[in-house]
T-cell receptor
Framework: QQQVKQSPQSLIVQKGGIPIINCAYE??????FPWYQQFPGKGPALLIA?????SEKKEGRFTISFNKSAKQFSLHIMDSQPGDSATYFC?????????????FGTGTRLKVLA | SAVISQKPSRDICQRGTSLTIQCQVD?????MFWYRQQPGQSLTLIAT?????????ESGFVIDKFPISRPNLTFSTLTVSNMSPEDSSIYLC??????????FGPGTRLLVL
């Protein structure tokens, strides 16, 4: 019940395409869902996050879609660029006493072709 | 977001030795976390290190193997003790906000021979 399932494991798109990465969770107590971008040799960087009271959130070219009833959320990258080639991780967490401990998905390796 | 640094950035160690990893933050934070990321894998939480209390370890991680110190609101250390090749990983610290977000350091890449 604590797992976060992420798919696909890898993804190749052409420049300008819209890669979509999906995550599913079981624990309905989760109340914070961030996405991270990680380049080789670097730590993960927070991209965008959503709470279950909204169905969509946009920040620049990144959009999260959230389906509370299906317990699924996804990341869309608009007008993807070769510089977006990285590994993307979703996560889910619940706040306990103000502390949010993350459960991470397994990651998606994205390659955007020039 | 906070600026987080880790030392060392990478190390190669011999089996049976110990390595202490430092995490420094440029502002005071209550919540700090230590993660392990095995090669090509996802991140797994080792422990939560809040200042003023003992570190809280996740299932599968014990204090004898991964002792943690949190002497103040800007600094923490993680020691990987009695290392074996299976400990070869990236070790990451992060800082958390009360809103839910976490910000990660650059990581320490450890290779145990």
């Amino acid at each position: 019940q604590q797992q976060v399932k992420q798919s696909p494991q890898s993804l190749i798109v052409q420049k300008g395409g819209i890669p979509i990465i999906n995550c599913a969770y079981e624990n309905t107590a989760f109340d914070y869902f961030p996405w991270y971008q990680q380049f080789p040799g670097k730590g993960p960087a927070l991209l965008i996050a959503i709470r279950p009271d909204v169905s969509e959130k946009k920040e620049g070219r990144f959009t999260i879609s959230f389906n509370k009833s299906a317990k699924q959320f996804s990341l869309h990258i608009m007008d993807s660029q070769p510089g977006d080639s990285a590994t993307y991780f979703c996560a889910a967490s619940k706040g306990i006493g103000g502390t949010y401990k993350y459960i991470f998905g397994t990651g998606t390796r994205l390659k955007v072709l020039a | 977001s906070a600026v987080i640094s880790q030392k060392p950035s990478r190390d190669i160690c011999q089996r049976g030795t110990s390595l202490t990893i430092q995490c420094q933050v440029d502002s005071q934070v209550t919540m700090m976390f230590w993660y392990r990321q095995q090669p090509g894998q996802s991140l797994t939480l080792i422990a939560t290190a809040n200042q003023g209390s003992e570190a809280t370890y996740e299932s599968g991680f014990v204090i004898d193997k991964f002792p943690i110190s949190r002497p103040n609101l800007t600094f923490s250390t993680l020691t990987v003790s009695n290392m074996s090749p299976e400990d070869s990983s990236i070790y990451l610290c992060s800082v958390g906000s009360s809103f839910g977000s976490q910000y990660f350091g650059p990581g320490t890449r450890l290779l145990v021979l």
